[in-house]
């Protein structure tokens, strides 16, 4: 198990990180949301090493990697550019991981290069799909039981973008590798994951499983003649999520019986479940103020 | 087999996939004997969690309709039709009745309750 255990972390006197802990199963998928600016890629690139911690520690079965760093090969990271691989060739790019990764699989590295027809040599002619697939394909033969992913899917074409997320199931249920990734596309994220964590604000506002927050929280679109009854509106665990005329959307948190006779008793127009999707969530807990 | 899943769907998606099996099953899609895809196979195609593959198989598998031979794969081994107990024949008499009050009350007629009932069985394929 990874476990991330009381990690804080400044960048030039600003608290990036505060207090996060969390941990990793092998075999599993765990997706990091939130918003721009929360702190993802920082939080990824502690994990791995790139930065090291003001405070906490990163375990691997409850080896501490910054004490015992031969544990560190069990840890691969791809980041959100291809700028550090772009500027080696193919055979370069091997010998480095190798040097880092002693379990580095060259074979089945080269199978997959021929299986995805990307070419040997430098990397000027790779396309930008063709980047990410190398990249990933090295990721995943470093042989390590965790692997990171910032933002593996940003900016790829559909065919592409579907091989890297077989790739992604395919060694999580296969190899057993734990595998978080970071990524704004909630919908594809939503069907692979096993658990996901919400951060915000530099704290992880959230870990849990779909169907949790689904036991949690429930959609649903409510039509009243008069417009939404504002005794509904303001109670404290219903959240408009959007209101036109006489129809409104709720994302409502507890009890779902309880909660329908309610609504039952004013007599509504209408009065129907909508599925919970892991993008209402990401806006129920972080909707606020638009800012870019 | 074929799985389409629907977002739009109330559904968690591992009761989709096991929807469609039996449906496929009822309606001879699926037969006895049929090898499902694996685990991993299923779950890259469709992109989704190969923990949800597995729920939906082992609650497949829970219902006796398929089954799973170590290192040889999993197989349809259909829907009991003679062994029906008092128990089952129970508790679905009391869900239909449930069902059909609520429909009778919200004015559904009888005639289009029974089209409904030909329809599915003439969909199943048997006589």
Redesign the interface.
Known sequence: MLKIHQLSKKLDETEILKNISFDIEQG??TGLIGRNGAGKTTLLRTIVGILSPDEGAILIDNKDITIEPNTRNQIAYMSDTTNFIKQFTVKELITIYENAYPNFDKEKFLDALNKYKLPHGSLRKYSKGMKTLLYLLLTFSTGANYVILDEPTNGLDPVVK?TV??LI??Y???KSVGVLISSHHL??LE????QYLFLKEGTIDNVATM?ES?NKHFKLQVAFENGLPSEIEELEHVSVFSKTGKVAILIVSGQKEEFMQTLGKRNPLLLE?L?L?LEDLFFLKDGGELYV | MIIVLDARSHLPLWEQIVLQVKEQILRNVLLNGDKLPSVRELATTLLINPNTVSRAYQELERSGIIETVRGKGTFVIGLTKESVSEQTILKYQNKFSNLLIESLMEGIDEELIINWVKEVYSKKGVE
């Open positions: 599993t998928i579907r997320l077989q199931i395919e999580a249920s296969t919908v594809e069907k692979i994951i096993d169907e689904t479940e599925p999707t």
